[in-house]
């Protein structure tokens, strides 16, 4: 039992490490092709961060965090959101605007702010997972056209709400009053999001409903064998709507620590893309909490390190991207290898005792 | 270089798909070494820091690396650049100016007001750095804000259109719905609607932020410029940067004009489509960077705000090709109206 | 009967040895392998080879048909040795294979199905449609080139497959379960055709663990067990019995009705229940109306495609289209969700274990949870009891004989018959009411048979009704207290088990005898 065990940790440890050595491999051969200093790349991107760095490491590597989470809950029941990049903004919109007009005090503020985010976000992937149960749309076409509505929708919005400043040309939400921010915790020297906090609860709650509770088991066994489910007494389709509406509200929260550790407002230079990463980083940390999180760590760092390239070696930090494809998809890949490797270790082991078995009994017989 | 460009396009393919990258890699190698005139390099070295797009994007980051590769080789300075990637965090743009600076850059040059909180602050934690920022007014003892008058500039594009058109019907595609871009479509009405109150004036965006592949898409420049043109347009403007292409293309197999943007495009773009641009709105952001470097390399930075606008020639139209030369009495009227204060273009 | 057919045809040991197999071996991870596999097939001759599931008749078939190589030992067609490395080697050695599941275009005709991918051999006109004549007539296989594959029924359909590989220049021809699909007059029908096969000189090779059908037509039989040949025997002389003790190794099981313990507390009564074709044919159920009382086993017989599997799912809440009385302890259960119903009492085992019975890819106990997981010891509050679903799974694997390492281990790792105990014992739990079974020993091997028709013996002794759904009649007549039969939707007959014979039960499946046989 706790053999088998111990080889599906292992194993489970052996994908990751496979992707990583190939995506190391593939772009080493880009660089060298390209001509450029390999070694040197390698040298920068794998030398140990500095403070700042670590920090801005921490930093983003938590919003791929909420990011991938959001994608991850769908993931575990067959639901590709690929909307969350849409819903966050949406949701960072509104949970901006809702907090830049400040209608209740202080952390009071951050709460109903939050609220509104989730909500907004949870709402908008919802109409994803309507047209999935009411018309068998397809979550993946309509969540990303609900990704281009979002642009529009926002960018709209936020023209009519928006505040001007003299000579700029950035256009954003009221900025959100001092009393109303999550402050930063200390770290190396500077100072790491507030809702970093969150995110680790997040994940926590993440964990502990997928893993332990009904709700979750339903969720996996909806996700795992959809006629299975059905025939265990799980109604589907309710399955599909509120996956997509928790998934939202995950979503909801991705821009949440930039908007309340960092920019206080919503505006034109909003980060944008986190959708996307999170659907890499999902696929990385196979869905587990822990695993999205290494895997948000690694994201960050990999941007983070790669930075510099262009000002120290000439080389675009693009180069990161490559390694990042690389890395998903040699993981998407190394984890079926993994996968049919240990069902065929695990066959061996029940043929192995089951050998024994018949063995005993025809000796005893 | 083409041969390698595409090796790492193809590898890039990979990364698009899954973390939705940016372009390949552009190499700084064409930066304005191969001039036998340039000046011994001295010990000044020179930052400059991109927006999405970086050098090669045919619009404001190729503009101020002009100026900067100019700089480079007559005040003899040291240059150094880097881009932004699409959809980084604010750190990375702050940890990018931070990075230069400690690398010993100083000055350091921002393009784009997507920088403007990164500059603010980096330059608030390295007093001893000059910075520049373009397209930004964010404030600080050490930075320098090298804002441009693109309505003015776009007024008398606008007029030259209203003037030209023979069936008053115009066109203005914006490549991103921005504030930036807005002040363009404002100057341009403005200066079409002087001409001629009742001129029919259409006006399309590409994208919405944050999606800003519109000042990178040719074919939906063409779709803009077709659509416009289908609708009884003959003459249309673009402040789309890349897109643009798609414009012309449109203009010149159609017959009708296009106005081109940033830089008189009717000497940059493809050969067979210059004779279907009417003029440029110039935006002389090579003009700007040069002339502040040329304060650092003089000894006194500028710093705040300088506005670079018609009277300082800091924007402008193009004459190249001629096809204005009817129209420049009435041009000139225009600007020297504008200097003087007796038109006020408004900007949005 | 078996005595008769095959003594006067072609006794053992007639003709040339066309294929000689000697020492295949085969490993795969944690499948049975093949070692040491020896076996002669002659001229003229239908050579059965029988073994329970998984006993390496399908590994040792792929083999001979060139799907898979093995990893040692010879294989000799017509006194050559010969390494297939795909299907069109064996096909270009004359070696043929028609597949349990036929691979049929049904919107084309037979001639363009059996041209099909072999164009080059006789064009796709008439030279080809001559071609199919003639194999038609000389093996007597009544086939009209023209005819649409829609049309036809599923013997037609065998004998065009069988018909595709003659095309293809087969004097070897592999049948894989080929009755596993017909009902018993069908399958005399085609043993008559293999018959002929066997007369124009052809050898038969023909995988089944139907021992009855196998002795009525083989001339040889060797038995595979445990991934190797125990014995070779002439059909003639051996009767079921022996053949099935070589095939598990020790005494065989079968289902035997015992006393009768039906009592008069019904359980589950279906009235009237209707299911409308969403694509608007035939209804796919029309007017069920039975009832099932406690201690009784209701056996449902039909071809498959009757409505047996839209009666199971009605019944459990899956088709809210259904319409109709369905009451479970005299209370209506018609409107409930599937998963009031299973709280109700109504334990279900699906005929498709991987489809609707499993998480494969999650480990037993969680699989323990599937289906009952709002009751205890599963569930406490809105938490999964993974301490309560651990121990009770380990008391299922204990008392169903799951033959597992752990309860950690994936269900995708057991057998078959492993996995259908678990099943079995997840269902039995919770003290159900009712209990529908649809092929509950379907795909499972002969020891895992016994110990589920035990298990199902003992519930209804224990007072627990059984709606049992089976394409095995033996099964149906041994385990049932009233068989009924399903066609076309409707309920055809009622039988007792007691009295009827397959033969029967075969005529009212096909619709041959309308008349009701009551009990």
Redesign the interface.
């Known amino acids: 039992m706790t053999d088998s065990r111990m080889t599906r940790i292992a194993l489970a440890v052996a994908a990751p490490v496979l992707a990583l050595v190939t995506a190391f491999v593939i772009t080493s051969v880009v660089l060298i092709l390209a001509g450029d200093d390999w070694l040197g790349v390698w040298g920068q991107i794998l030398s140990w961060p500095s403070n700042r760095t670590m920090v801005n490491i921490v930093n983003s590597a938590t919003v791929y965090y909420l990011s991938a989470v959001a994608v991850a809950i769908g993931f575990r029941m067959n639901l590709f959101n690929i909307g969350v990049d849409g819903q966050y903004r949406v949701a960072s919109f509104a949970a901006a605007w809702v907090a830049g007009e400040a209608w209740l005090p202080g952390y009071l503020n951050i709460v109903l702010a939050l609220l509104a985010g989730m909500f907004v976000g949870a709402m908008w992937a919802g109409i994803a997972g309507l047209l999935r149960v009411t018309r068998g749309v397809s979550e993946v076409i309509s969540t990303i056209m609900l990704n281009a509505i979002a642009t529009a929708v926002v960018a709209y919005f936020l023209r009519k709400v928006a505040i001007r400043t003299e000579g700029s040309n950035i256009i954003s939400t009221k900025p959100i009053a001092e009393e109303s921010r999550i402050p930063g915790i200390p770290f190396l020297g500077g100072e790491i999001y507030g809702f970093v906090v969150v995110a680790v609860l997040v994940g926590v709650a993440y964990w502990v409903v997928i893993n332990r509770t009904r709700f979750g088991f339903d969720l996996r066994a909806a996700g795992q064998n959809e006629s299975a489910a059905v025939a265990s007494g799980i109604d589907v389709k309710r399955m599909i709507l509120v996956t997509m509406l928790l998934s939202g509200a995950a979503a909801g929260l991705v821009g949440m620590p930039l908007l309340f550790g960092q920019d206080y407002a919503y505006g034109s230079t909003f980060q944008s893309g986190l959708g996307f990463a999170g659907i890499a980083i999902a696929l990385l940390g196979r869905n587990h909490p822990v695993g999205i999180a290494l895997g948000a760590l690694l994201f960050a760092f990999l941007d983070q390190q790669s930075n510099p390239l262009q000002i120290l070696l000439d080389v675009s930090p693009d180069i990161v991207k490559v390694t990042q494809g690389v890395i998903v998809l040699a993981v998407v890949i190394a984890y079926e290898v993994v996968r049919r490797y240990g069902v065929r270790i695990e066959q061996r082991q029940v043929a192995a005792a089951l050998d024994a078995e018949t063995r005993e009994k025809e000796v005893s017989a | 270089m083409r041969r390698l460009n595409k090796l790492t396009a193809v590898a890039a393919v990979a990364a698009l798909v899954f973390a939705g990258a940016g372009c390949a890699k552009k190499s700084t190698d064409d930066s304005a070494s191969g001039s036998d005139d340039c000046v011994e390099k001295g010990d000044v070295k020179v930052g400059m820091a991109f927006d999405v797009g970086g050098r090669g994007d045919q619009s404001f980051n190729d503009s101020a690396a002009a100026g900067l590769d100019k700089a480079a080789c007559e005040l003899g300075f040291e240059v150094k650049d880097a881009e932004a990637q699409d959809g980084e965090p604010e750190s990375a743009r702050e940890e990018r100016l931070q990075q230069l600076v400690d690398a010993g850059y100083n000055p350091v040059i921002a393009v784009g007001f997507a920088y403007s909180a990164a500059v603010g602050k980096v330059a608030a934690a390295n007093p001893d750095v000059n910075f520049a920022i373009v397209d930004d007014a964010v404030e600080g003892d050490n930075i320098t804000n090298l804002l441009f008058a693109e309505e003015q500039g776009s007024f008398l594009v606008g007029a030259a259109a209203a003037l030209k058109t023979e069936t008053d019907n115009i066109g203005f595609i914006g490549g991103v719905d921005t504030e930036l871009i807005r002040k363009f479509e404002a100057g341009y009405r403005a200066g079409a609607e002087a001409v001629n109150p009742d001129i029919k004036i259409q006006s399309v965006y590409l994208t919405n932020p944050p999606d800003f592949s519109g000042f990178a898409d040719p074919a939906k420049g063409n779709t803009a410029a077709t659509g416009m043109f289908d609708k009884g347009a003959d003459i249309v403007y673009h402040a789309a940067g890349g897109s643009g292409g798609g414009l012309f293309e449109a203009a010149s197999e159609q017959g009708k004009w296009a106005i081109g943007v940033d830089s008189d495009q009717a000497k940059t773009a493809d050969e067979s489509v210059r004779d279907s641009i009417l003029t440029s709105m110039l935006k002389n952001i090579d003009v700007a960077v040069y002339d502040f470097l040329k304060s650092v390399a003089d000894g006194e930075p500028k710093t705040g705000p300088q506005v670079y606008d018609l009277s300082v020639d800091g924007v402008g139209y193009s004459t190249t090709g001629g096809h204005v030369d009817d129209i420049a009495d009435q041009l000139e009227e225009y600007k020297q109206q504008i200097v003087d204060g007796e038109i006020t273009v408004p900007s949005k | 009967m078996s005595s008769t057919t095959t003594a006067g045809t072609a006794p053992v040991g007639s003709g040339d040895v066309v294929v000689r197999l000697r020492g295949i071996g085969k490993t795969f991870?944690?499948?049975?392998a093949n070692h040491d596999i020896d076996i002669e097939v002659r001229r003229g001759t239908i050579h059965a080879i029988v073994g329970e599931n998984g006993a390496g008749k399908s590994t040792l078939m792929k083999i001979l048909y060139g799907v898979q190589k093995p990893d040692s030992g010879t294989i000799e067609i017509d006194g050559e040795q010969v390494s297939f490395s795909s299907p069109s080697d064996a096909i270009a050695h004359g070696v043929g294979m028609v597949f349990q599941h036929f691979m049929l275009a049904d919107n084309l005709t037979v001639l363009e199905n059996v041209v099909l991918g072999a164009e080059r051999l006789h064009g796709i006109g008439d030279a080809a449609r001559e071609e199919i004549r003639r194999l038609s007539a000389t093996y007597g296989l009544d086939i009209d080139p023209d005819d649409l594959v829609a049309d036809l029924g599923v013997g037609a359909r065998q004998r065009i497959e069988i018909l595709k590989v003659l095309y293809r220049g087969a004097r070897i021809i592999i049948l894989d379960e080929p009755t596993a699909v017909l009902v018993p007059q069908e399958v005399e029908e085609m043993f008559d055709n293999l018959r002929g096969l066997k007369a124009e000189g052809l050898a038969v090779i023909f995988i089944s663990h139907k021992l009855d059908e196998v002795l009525s037509v083989a001339d040889t039989v060797t038995v595979v067990r445990r991934g190797t040949t125990v014995a070779t025997l002439p059909g003639d002389s051996v009767t079921s019995r022996q053949l099935a003790e070589l095939m598990v190794g020790s005494e065989l099981p079968s289902p035997s009705t015992e006393a009768s313990t039906v009592t008069d507390v019904e359980v589950l009564e279906v009235a009237d229940l209707c299911l409308p074709d969403p694509a608007g044919g035939r209804p796919l159920l029309s007017d069920v109306s039975f009832a099932i009382h406690r201690g009784e086993i209701l056996g449902i017989a039909g071809v498959e495609g009757n409505g047996q599997a839209e009666l199971v799912e009605s019944i459990?809440g899956?088709r809210p289209a259904a319409t109709g009385r369905i009451e479970l302890n005299d209370g209506d259960i018609a409107g409930w969700?599937?998963?009031?119903?299973?709280?109700a009492g109504i334990g279900?085992i699906?005929e498709d274990r991987h489809?609707?019975?499993?998480?494969?890819?999650?480990p037993l106990w969680?699989n323990r949870?599937?289906?009952?997981?709002?009751r205890r010891p599963n569930?406490k509050g809105?938490?999964?009891d993974?301490a309560g679903a651990r121990a009770d799974t380990e008391r299922i694997v204990e008392a169903y004989d799951v033959?597992?390492?752990?309860?950690?281990?994936?269900a995708?790792?057991?057998?078959g018959g492993n996995q259908q105990k678990l099943i079995v014992g997840r269902e039995m739990s919770g003290e159900p009411s009712l209990l529908i079974a649809a092929h509950p020993t379907r795909g499972v091997d002969v020891g895992a048979q016994a110990a589920i028709w035990d298990h199902i013996k003992q519930a209804r002794r224990e007072g627990l009704a059984v709606l049992l759904i089976s394409a095995d009649l033996d099964e149906l007549i041994g385990l049932s207290d009233t068989i009924k039969v399903l066609l076309r939707g409707r309920i055809v007959g009622t039988f007792d088990p007691a009295r009827v014979t397959p033969q029967q039960l075969g005529s009212a499946m096909t619709g041959a005898t309308e008349e009701e046989t009551q009990s």
């Open positions: 991870p944690g499948v049975i459990m899956m969700s599937t998963r009031r119903r299973r709280e279900y699906p489809r609707q019975g499993l998480l494969l890819d999650a969680e949870i599937l289906g009952h997981q709002t569930v809105p938490f999964i993974r033959r597992t390492p752990g309860i950690d281990t994936l995708r790792a057991l057998s």
